[in-house]
Each structure stands twice: as structure tokens, then as C-alpha cells.
């Protein structure tokens, strides 16, 4: 009888959907490590007394950011995001490769010349902001990326230390209709309406018509729940389960 509960309890539709988000971002947050691994390594090879890292070192990256796109299906644009005055001859600077919706990879060109009216500051941005703030792999959105593909995406980040210092985040973008497409099968199984969101409470997918994607959420800390021990919580008539260790929360009635 006790394997039977326990076979049961495998089975349970909330573990199902913990186990299909968890297994969908991480598929994401392995193009995410390795990214931020190779820009590791990079940075610390061009760095040294007298020599600080440019803009034109960056490209050595570029061989295995296409390799990630071609490698990762969810994955449509991975990249290193230098923090301000990480590189000697720009302000900032995305190395930043995504597959247009002809299936060519291209860069992204922006332009990060504060002096510019065109300038796009990249460093007020959930993908950017929680990663330095928290030290912690992050997921951002869902939002219109304007910066990118002017499509609703969630960006997935890890901040990236050199030395103990922060310089920047490595990053992927999903196509929120691809995250949807993995995990809304799941949610609708569950009895009760039920969302995932956020660290800052942005719903990233739901059931629920009272927290529709890509709304703010007011509620319970979410970045609390996600900092403590992957358990379960029960607070306000909610239950709130994070997703395997991912920084995403499932938030469903406390039936």
C-alpha cells in the first residue's frame, strides 16, 4: 500500500506541472549556464593588469550562441549582457544572437550610446535587475520584448561574476506562446484555476481568468518563497508550490 501512495503522489497533476515547468526551464537555463560559463572564462582570459576587456572580445562567444540557438528549440535569442563600464571602449554592449521568424540567426543591433535619443538602457529590466540584485537565476516576464522581437517572451537569466564582482547577465528569450504551449496542458489538469509566477509576482502562465499572462499579481512575497527551500506554502487560502527549483511559483487554491 505504501508504494501505491507514493506511485500516487508521483502522479499527482500539481507535480506533473511542477515537473514539466521545471524540466521546460531548465532546458532553457542549460543555454543560460553555458553562456555564462564561456563569458566567464572569456572575461578572465582577456582581463588582466593593464588590460581591460572590449567590446570586439565578445565575439569570440558568437560560434557558441549559434550553436545554442540551433541546439535549444525553445531557445529564440541567447546572449551576454555587460554590465556599465565592464568594457573599456563602450558604455555597455549585448552580444546578442536570436532566430528571426525566417529561421536566419542574425545579432541584435541597438543602439547603447547614452548620448543618443535612441538609446536603449537595458539595466532597469527584470532579466538584468533581479539577477544583480538577488545573485540568482531569474525569469522575466511574460512582456512585449520591444528590444528584440516585439513579440510576448519570457527571458531567463543568471547573473555572471568575475572576481566576486558582477559584470553582467547571461540570457535567453522563449516566445511566450512556445512556454505556453509546454506547460498549459499540465496547469489545465489541476481542479482548481492556478497560475506560475515570478520572483515580483508577473504571471507567466494561468488557468486562472482573474490573473491573466502578463499581469502584476498583488499577493504573498514570491521572492521569499523562491529564496527558501523549495517546499510548499500555504498562506491567504493559497497554495504556493515552487517549480523544482526554478524561479518560477505555482500558485493554486488551498483546497
Known amino acids: 500500500m505504501a508504494g501505491r501512495a507514493g506511485d500516487q503522489d508521483t502522479h499527482h497533476p500539481v507535480r506533473e506541472v511542477v515537473r514539466r515547468v521545471r524540466d521546460t526551464l531548465e532546458e532553457v537555463f542549460r543555454a543560460v549556464a553555458e553562456t555564462s560559463a564561456d563569458t566567464g572564462a572569456l572575461l578572465d582570459e582577456v582581463s588582466g593588469p593593464g ?35 565592464l568594457l573599456a571602449d563602450v558604455p555597455g554592449w549585448l552580444e546578442w544572437w536570436q532566430r528571426g521568424p525566417d529561421g536566419a540567426v542574425r545579432p ?4 547603447l550610446d547614452p548620448e543618443h535619443s535612441a538609446y536603449s538602457d537595458y539595466t532597469h529590466w527584470d532579466w538584468y535587475t533581479l539577477p544583480r540584485e538577488t545573485g540568482r537565476r531569474a525569469v522575466a516576464g511574460p512582456y512585449v520584448d520591444y528590444l528584440c522581437s516585439d513579440e510576448y517572451s519570457l527571458t531567463l537569466s543568471a ?8 559584470v553582467g547577465v547571461a540570457a535567453a528569450d522563449v516566445y511566450l506562446r512556445h512556454f505556453e504551449a ?48 523549495p517546499t510548499e506554502h500555504r498562506t491567504d487560502g493559497l497554495r504556493l508550490l515552487p517549480c523544482g527549483g526554478t524561479p518560477l511559483v505555482l500558485v493554486t487554491a488551498d483546497a
Open 159 to 166: 547573473p555572471v561574476v568575475l572576481g566576486g564582482r558582477f
Open 51 to 85: 588590460r581591460e576587456p572590449l567590446a570586439a572580445d565578445l565575439a569570440a562567444l558568437r560560434p557558441g550562441l549559434r550553436a545554442r540557438l540551433a541546439g535549444h528549440p525553445l531557445v529564440s535569442g541567447v546572449g551576454f549582457v555587460a554590465a556599465p563600464g
Open 108 to 111: 541584435l543591433l541597438l543602439d
Open 182 to 229: 509546454a506547460v498549459l496542458p499540465v496547469l489545465q489538469r489541476l481542479p482548481a484555476p492556478a497560475r506560475l509566477v515570478n520572483a515580483r509576482g508577473r504571471v507567466a502562465a494561468s488557468t486562472d481568468p482573474a490573473h491573466l499572462a502578463g499581469l502584476l499579481t498583488k499577493g504573498p512575497d514570491f521572492a521569499a518563497v523562491l529564496a527558501g527551500p
